[in-house]
């Protein structure tokens, strides 16, 4: 069942280049349309500045798109702040990258935890603090750390923190955007193993977005690539990591440190959204380019293997 | 990885029992390693464990809070304690330090062509017309594209991966024997890690320099170095040739690393995370600091620090073969 539905959303924002320079708009996110099925992962990949985030909070409806519409659950995303799309603040929650960011410096974390409890009056506060003590020991803090200011805590402890705080109104959605990039090695696997028994105990849907390949493999039934505000590729996530088919996917995986390299090192700075090339974004880095690449935008058209490729030449 | 490299007699630098304490917090507790002439040196382990500290202590650049102790040499002449005119020509000079975050590394006002020609004037005695072309030739060498053009851009105008590439440069000017690279790519997206790694590996082989690579990712080291040491909480626990290590760790911790790492290939398993968490200095175990993580502790081991055993294999575990 599909939870979450984008649909060929974009999302611009207008930047000036230079202190005298006229503004230009960033298509940040151009046209991406995605689904999330309930009680899955889609772990989105792609360099910096390719969209991810903002893809993150257009899911969540934190900002609205310029066109296409998200749909969750069936219905239309309401515009923020009204009373419908505070509602839905329990059915979808973000676990962002800065747990440190994300909570309160001056209440103690259980406090915080609590927090959406109250906010959606679920529970007498009896019951607020059963719930809490569950929600600590299903993350693995103890109460004495839960007692603790964010600053008390270690990194991983913090995203311990956020993730219960996320869980605490039972939300049907996490977005989590590089939820373990900050954290060592060591804690990164302790808060991904956290995140797929968390999946598997409470059938949350994650739209899962990081720049780390590996983590996108470890936790996602789905992978989507983009690449300047655009899926490329979309497809079961051992058959892009085994056999990418767009150039960029294959550059990525090729990259991945320790990996084997099959493919060749990509050329070149990540490209500037702000200066979107002609025809496919990619091609002034593509290994493969033809003509027709610089004049013609390819589209992200579904395969006879089920993969959807944004190719002229990878259409399999 | 077959043949194991003998050291030869006499390492490029050899640091022994080197221990740093930040105004009495012990940060490193003893460290030994030599780095050979032309070799790849990696140093992993998770933050704080005192990778960065090791060679700003060698290279005398901690603050005054910091209280350094035993011995690291360079080709036989001691480094630690030396008076600053002679770190002062050792820096930059014989030994050159790139660090993860080159935007801030790098002079935000002085354009990248002037930033390399000083570095050049400083280290070869270069000046004028000579250092600026000698500038240009670095630029080019590292890969900047249109290096003469781009002389005159300021950092903000170039990208992560460029200014990397500008802090290599700059590094390169005074010839140095050996490079240490802190994290060099840790900022940079994958794409461009694979490049500046692959800049690395062609300077080295094209100048003999050693270099040591700072890295919190394994599969970084495993695909850059000839031999690796694990850092845990201030303290060396496991070296060896990369091959050996990757292909069987004996030291629990380094195992836990490897486990914690999402593979590939294969089935997706549940990883192996160390539970726990790295200890604070201030509160360091009696015995074995990863002791109270492992999953192989005895009783023994919270008795006594376990020493680094072994030649061309070392471990500090009593629970390890050797
Ligand atoms: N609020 C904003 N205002 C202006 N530009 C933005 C804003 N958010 C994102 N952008 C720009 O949109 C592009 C995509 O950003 P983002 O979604 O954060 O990418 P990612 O998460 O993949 O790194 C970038 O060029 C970024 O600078
Ligand atoms: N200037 C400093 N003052 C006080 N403590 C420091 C300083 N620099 C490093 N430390 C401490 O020394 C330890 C080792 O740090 P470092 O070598 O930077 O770790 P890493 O392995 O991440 O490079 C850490 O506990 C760190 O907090
Ligand atoms: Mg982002
Ligand atoms: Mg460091």
Redesign the pocket.
């Known amino acids: 069942m599909t939870l979450l539905a984008l649909d060929s959303v974009a999302r611009g924002y207008p930047m000036r280049r230079g202190w005298l320079g006229r503004a230009v708009m960033v298509h940040a996110v151009d046209g991406v349309s995605l689904e999330v099925s309930a009680g899955r992962t889609l772990g989105v990949v792609g360099e910096s500045g390719c969209g991810k985030s903002t893809t993150g909070r257009l899911a969540l409806g934190l900002e609205t798109p310029d066109s296409g519409t998200v749909t969750f659950a069936g219905a239309a995303m309401p515009p923020p702040g009204g009373a419908a799309w505070r509602a839905l603040r329990a059915q979808m929650q973000l676990v962002p990258q800065d747990p440190l960011g994300a909570l309160d410096r001056r209440l103690p974390v259980a406090r915080q935890i609590a927090e959406p409890l109250v906010i959606h009056g679920i529970g007498d506060a009896g019951e607020r603090a059963d719930r809490v003590a569950t929600l600590l020991a299903s993350v693995g803090l103890r109460p004495d750390q839960a007692a603790r200011h964010p600053h008390a805590l270690s990194g991983g402890q913090r995203q311990r923190a956020v993730l219960a705080r996320a869980l605490a109104a039972g939300p049907a959605l996490l977005v989590c955007d590089e939820p373990v990039s900050a954290l060592d090695v060591s804690i990164q696997a302790q808060i991904v193993n956290l995140l797929t028994d968390l999946q598997e105990s409470h059938g949350i849907a994650m739209l899962f977005i990081s720049h780390d390949l590996r983590v996108v493999r470890q936790v996602s039934h789905e992978v989507a690539v983009m690449y300047l505000g655009r899926v490329i590729e979309r497809g079961d996530p051992d058959a892009i990591f085994t056999d990418p088919a767009h150039p960029y996917s294959r550059a990525l995986v090729a990259a991945i440190p320790g990996g084997s390299k099959p493919h060749a090192i990509l050329a070149g700075d990540p490209p500037n959204p702000a200066d979107r090339p002609a025809g496919c974004a990619f091609h002034p880095r593509c290994p493969v380019v033809v003509a027709r690449c610089r004049a013609e935008t390819p589209t992200l058209d579904v395969r006879a293997d089920g993969r959807a490729v944004a190719c002229h030449l990878a259409r399999g | 990885m077959g043949l194991t490299v003998v050291p030869s007699a006499s390492p490029l630098i050899r640091i022994s029992g080197l221990s740093v304490a930040?105004n009495g917090t012990p940060?490193l507790l003893g460290i030994d390693l030599t780095v050979g002439a032309g070799e790849t040196l990696g140093l992993v382990?998770e933050?704080?464990?005192?990778?960065?500290?090791t060679w700003l202590a060698v290279l005398g650049l901690l603050?005054n809070?910091a209280t350094v102790g035993g011995s690291a040499t360079l080709d036989g002449r001691e480094l630690v304690g030396a008076p600053a005119s002679v770190l002062e020509r050792v820096r930059g000079g014989r030994v050159a330090m790139i660090f993860q975050d080159p935007a801030s590394a790098l002079n935000p006002v002085h354009r990248i062509g002037r930033q390399v020609s000083e570095a050049v004037t400083l280290h070869r005695g270069l000046s004028g017309g000579a250092a600026t072309a000698e500038a240009l030739r670095l630029l080019d060498e590292v890969g900047i594209p249109d290096a003469r053009n781009r002389m005159t851009a300021y950092p903000h105008e170039m990208s992560g991966g460029q200014n990397q590439r500008v802090m290599i440069a700059t590094a390169l000017a005074g010839r140095p024997e050996l490079l240490i690279a802190d994290e060099p790519t840790t900022a940079l997206d994958v794409t461009i890690q694979a490049q500046i790694l692959d800049l690395l590996r062609r300077l080295q082989r094209e100048h003999g320099m050693a270099l040591v690579l700072i890295s919190h990712d394994l599969g970084v080291v495993a695909e850059m170095c000839e031999r690796v040491c694990v850092m845990y909480a201030g303290r060396i626990v496991e070296e060896a040739q990369a091959g050996a290590l990757f292909a069987g760790p004996r030291h629990p911790y380094t195992t836990g690393l490897m486990g914690a790492l999402p593979p590939l290939t294969g089935p997706r398993l549940r990883l192996t995370a160390i539970p726990g968490r790295v200890p604070e200095?201030w509160a360091m175990p009696p015995g074995c600091a990863f002791a109270p993580r492992c999953p192989k502790r005895i009783e023994a081991c919270d008795v006594s620090v376990p020493n680094l055993r072994g030649e061309d294999r070392r471990v500090a575990c009593i629970r390890a073969a050797a």
């Open positions: 930040f940060a382990g933050s704080g464990c005192g990778k960065s500290v603050p809070s200095p």
